[in-house]
């Protein structure tokens, strides 16, 4: 697989090569190097910090080729955890319009973003996306107050976005003027919500997407706007332009990215492990194209080495094929899988319908559908990072809020069933099946009473139902008589009474109370004799 894994890469960085010609990677280097100056006044400690990455490198025990990496060990505290949450806070939840990519968009001509943009404020040579920042204040941020919603929620890990592709750091950073600390709030915001999150015996994960910036704002540079104004290269630059060879498909994209940009990559995402130590360093899609991964690999090894000399085992969240197996946990964006998976996964989804960040009138996600993802996706050997989008002032929407609450308030119930668990020999049982892959998480039928989802701790099984019957019987199908060991009782978790069971050829017979102890979904815990 590994052999596969790099034979696929070297292709892919010789389709590359190809696909930009010289013309095009002339221009680009232009525009990089526009950055590069700007960006000079933090070249002595970018430099410390890379040389203590390949001082961390060579000193192991993780060494920066995937044959090594291979070896990491996903944490306990990871696989027990399940439910994490996700925050797209920044400085696009000021215009709060059309998702969280309206940075790019906005410089998109004849966009709805745009046109909003420019009716909105004016011209994008008098008003650019710059122009938020002083907007952004964070006034009635409380981070305790989201440390204790998230709590009740039931996670037990939170990955705020420290910064997403717009270029804005939301956390103080030594290596850029254009951080939270620096402009806008005047506040480390991510550092707050860290302190916060250990308060409350979460683990904390810090979300990078900085190496998408390298393209983000190219449509910026196709027409007049403040973007081309070599005052602001440091924080809008180097916007190259974005290569999609064939089709829209990230893993051929092949856009120019210099060892520049790539080095300040690696200097910015080791600079967030040593100031704030995350159990989790999440990133997006595009740290597996073919020029970002010899970095990616230089970055696992500083960040496993540094974990487990703190003694804290992380972990790295990644997409696709960005990494090689066994190196990190895969994430599925918005979607999930059909089977159980033997290795640890992820999935990653919004609350929120429309956009990752806050914006207005978006819609949101009900309980019952977040309550059900959870526990399908767990009885696959999975987790869950529930996004939410808070408004730019620091508050985070009553709707989300409820949403959260009631997720608590079903885990309080029947979390047993949920954290500490494994999978079981099957995933679960009954009609309804969930479209695998990416983007696919608002696509799966709405679960009957004969889906049944299992999960494993020790040797008790656990059943859990995603829709309560009609009538006073339910049937778990796979805990017959037949190759099952004898069932020596059944409990409903809310309840203190047993449950009457009979065990027959074709499942478990269960006889049901009139009514279920909790909402959404019923978990009964199953011991053998």
Known sequence: LLLALACFHVTLSLAAQQSINPSAEKAARVIDEEWRTASSKYDAPRAAILDRVTHSNQAG???????????????????????????????????????????????????????????????????????FIPMFKADKYDPAAWARLFAKSGAKYVVPVFEHHDGFAMYNSDLS????????????????????????????GASSHRVEHDWFLE???????????????????????????????????FTYASDAYLSDWLARSAEIVEKYHPDIMYFDWWIGQPSVRPYLAKFASFYYNQSKQNGQPGVINYKMDAMAEGSGVLDIERGALSEIRELPWQTDTSI?????????????????????????????????????????????????????????????INGEAIYGTRPWTVFGEGPTRVHAG???DADTDRYTEHDFRFTTKGRTLYAIELGWPQGEEAVVHSVSSEGMGAVKSVRLLGSSAEVPFEQKADGLHLRLPKQSPSKYAAAFRITFK
């Open 352 to 412: 929120s319908n429309k956009s990752w960040g806050y914006i207005e009138h978006d819609t949101f996600k009900s309980p019952e559908f977040v309550v059900h993802q959870l526990v399908d996706i767990v009885s696959k050997n999975g987790n869950l990072l529930m996004n939410i989008g808070p408004r730019s002032d620091g508050t985070i929407p009553d709707e989300v809020q409820q949403v959260l609450l009631s997720v608590g308030e079903w885990l309080s």
């Open 177 to 204: 003027d254009w951080t939270a600390a620096k402009m806008g709030p005047h506040r480390d915001l991510a550092g707050d919500l860290a302190k916060a999150v250990r308060a409350e015996g979460m683990h904390l």
């Open 61 to 131: 025990p993780y060494s920066t080729d995937w044959q090594s990496l291979g070896t990491v060990s996903v944490p306990e505290w990871y696989r027990d955890a399940k439910f994490g949450i996700f925050i797209h806070w920044g400085v696009y939840s000021v215009p709060a319009f059309g998702s969280e990519w309206y940075p790019r968009n906005m410089y998109t001509a004849g966009s709805p973003d745009n046109l909003h943009q420019v009716q909105t404020y004016g011209p994008l040579t008098k008003f650019g996306y710059k122009d």
């Open 219 to 253: 449509n910026g540079r196709k027409q007049a706007s403040d973007l081309n104004d070599p005052a602001f290269a440091q924080f809008y630059g180097p916007a190259h332009q974005r290569l999609l060879v064939g089709s829209d498909d990230l893993a051929r994209d």
């Open 438 to 440: 990416a983007f696919h």
